[in-house]
């Protein structure tokens, strides 16, 4: 009996030993300055996906001139029946919270279509967590939801992170 006491012992680490380890765990890192692998795939028109290679950290908070992001505009409560049911073109809404990951990882893939689509189609986002009436008013129950519209009149609704082809060609049938 005394010998399992002195196994269970010895095999239980220590706790400085965990917080060693919890520290050198790369899995750890902050999730925003740490890309997954993305497939590279060309958009219709020529635009290719950006995004770093598989697993390598990026840097973070560095302006390097203008960003794909600049062409995604943020649309509110206050403004949303002008902005996106009075628009002539098609527009693409992406329903998002700062603290969804799927939602941060369609980030980069929205504003690379909204780049490749300039002048056809207008991207737009609206932060469910400060914009909550116009969530419930398209009953946005999960982020992301990425809704399509076309002279006022919603078209699609996407729910969850997609491939960037995919979201292409669903876009592609509004056009």
Not at 131 to 141: K, L, P, W
Request: net charge positive; with cysteine.
């Amino acid at each position: 009996m005394p010998a399992a006491t002195a196994t269970a012992t010895a095999i239980s680490p220590s706790p400085g030993a965990s917080a060693a380890r919890r520290q050198t765990n790369p899995l750890h890192r902050a999730a925003s300055c740490f890309n997954p692998p993305q497939p590279r795939r060309p958009f219709p028109g020529g635009a290719v996906a950006a995004s770093a290679p598989a697993g390598r950290r990026v840097a973070c908070c560095k302006a390097a001139g203008p960003s794909a992001a600049d062409h995604v505009g943020d649309v509110e409560e206050q403004t949303w029946d002008e902005v996106v049911l009075g628009c002539e073109t098609v527009v693409l809404v992406a329903f998002w919270a700062p603290w969804c990951g799927p939602c941060r990882l369609m980030h980069p893939i929205i504003a690379d279509l909204a780049k490749a689509y300039a002048g056809r189609l207008r991207c737009l986002r609206v932060n469910t967590d400060e914009n909550q009436e116009v969530a419930s008013r398209y009953g946005i129950r999960s982020i992301p939801t990425i809704l399509i519209f076309k002279d006022g009149e919603r078209k699609e609704t996407i729910i969850g992170a997609i491939a960037d082809t995919a979201l292409a060609a669903t876009v592609d049938r509004f056009l």
